[in-house]
């Protein structure tokens, strides 16, 4: 390889016609022979396991791929700088419009929105308080919540030092405000199990001048849920980039009321001595997350279902032509609202569980993820699959059943 003394002393001596002195070789051989340097493969390198996504956006899973639009974004935009407040100020005008809100931030994940978002309930733009937190002495320190809600993301809400009050009817909540009472949170995905839905929960809300959080982390498709929440009136709404939007996956949006993310936002890097300081998001992950929510919303989600379902159908009618296989597609209410497959089988035709079926998937080539419930079954989706992936995904399903018939 030609180092860079060696190639500055080969420039020196180039005539300015284009070609060397005493040769017809134009000025480009010279660089023509340097061997072009390999792009190093970590997954390679450190001996990585890839497989084909046929579970979902589980975080252990390392969730979506991003679109390349996603990958060219921040690709281009590492290459210079900006404040980081200025590209949060401008992405967060885009998002906002986008769904129906008055202000929105990128966040590090929905977990990371919910601790600012309370976060600038409690503090408003107080510099003392916002340094003080999760110290909340001469502030609210109580949040709201369904018992049937009561489930581990409540955690994010402890971070900023609250208690949470447990209700189960409308006349539950009325009874369990007091000065203390900071926020009322609700969980989209637990509303099924909840005796207060959405309306009612806003409504007694605003009845009370109490602002309302909810997190619909993984609650896209349908992309109306976007900015459902929005409308319906809830003050501070929570979401994760990196699922169905095929953002960073380390990205989140916080949106809602203008006042209370601008009090937000003080709790946010690049600000020291606060509760969010920890919750780094670069410029890269806002810009794409801004990206990856424009293409999502003009994708056409129509066709998108349409070929969940085909893709499902081709999975579900291999696996069929096994002896004691059953099938049944299902689609979750709430979140993760796509099709799912559920693939069963009778042990006494196919000596198989379902651990053992995961392993085999696991292991094989290509290595294939799907998900495990029961003893004699398990579960797939196809809305992380790329190309052709099904086909694959069906063929490796139905190899397996088929070698382990009793």
């Not at 929440?229 to 990205?251: E, H, R, T, W, Y």
Request: proline fraction near 5%; hydrophobic fraction near 40%.
């Amino acid at each position: 390889m030609i180092n860079r003394r060696t190639l500055l002393k080969r420039l020196s001596a180039l005539p300015l016609v284009g070609t060397i002195v005493g040769s017809s070789i134009p000025v480009q051989s010279v660089f023509a022979d340097s061997p072009s340097v390999p792009k190093r493969d970590l997954i390679k390198e450190l001996g990585l396991r890839t497989f084909i996504n046929a579970a979902g956006t589980y975080t252990a899973m390392t969730a979506s791929l991003m679109p390349e639009e996603v990958m060219e974004t921040i690709e281009a935009s590492s290459k210079e700088f900006i404040m980081l407040d200025e590209v949060q100020d401008k992405v967060g005008e885009k998002i906002a419009e986008i769904c129906h809100a008055e202000a929105a931030t990128v966040t590090a994940g929905c977990w990371s929105a919910m601790v600012l978002g309370l976060a600038g309930v409690l503090t408003g733009t107080d510099k003392e308080k916002i340094a003080q937190i999760p110290n909340l002495k001469g502030m609210k320190s109580e949040v709201i919540v369904q018992k049937s809600h009561n489930v581990a993301y409540v955690h994010s809400l402890t971070n900023t030092g609250v208690k949470l009050v447990e209700v189960e009817t409308a006349a539950d909540l009325e009874k369990a405000i007091n000065e203390q009472t900071a926020m009322l949170w609700f969980l989209n995905y637990q509303a099924p199990d909840g005796k207060i839905q959405h309306e009612e929960w806003v409504a007694l809300g605003k009845k009370h001048n109490i602002p309302t959080m909810i997190d619909i982390a993984a609650d896209v498709p349908p992309v109306e849920n976007l900015w459902k929440f929005n409308d319906m009136g809830f003050d501070l709404v929570c979401i994760s980039g990196g699922k169905a939007m095929k953002g960073p996956q380390s990205a989140g949006i916080l949106m809602g009321r203008k006042h209370i993310i601008e009090a937000a936002r003080l709790s946010a890097p690049p600000r020291g001595n606060t509760i969010g300081r920890g919750m780094k998001v670069n410029k890269e992950e806002i810009l794409g997350m801004y990206v990856a929510l424009e293409l999502y919303v003009k994708k056409d989600h129509v066709k998108e279902w349409k070929s969940w379902e085909e893709k499902i159908g081709y999975i579900e009618e291999m696996a069929k032509k096994v002896n004691g296989v059953t099938t049944s597609v299902s689609v979750p209410p709430i979140a993760n609202h796509t099709p799912f497959l559920k693939i069963a089988w009778d042990p006494a035709v196919i000596n198989l569980n379902r651990t053992q079926m995961q392993e085999k998937l696991r292991r094989g080539n290509p290595s294939i993820e799907v998900i495990g419930f029961g003893d004699h079954e398990i579960s797939c989706t196809v809305w992380m699959l790329r190309p052709n992936e099904e086909k694959i995904v069906a063929k490796r399903i139905q190899e397996e059943l088929s070698s382990a018939k009793a």
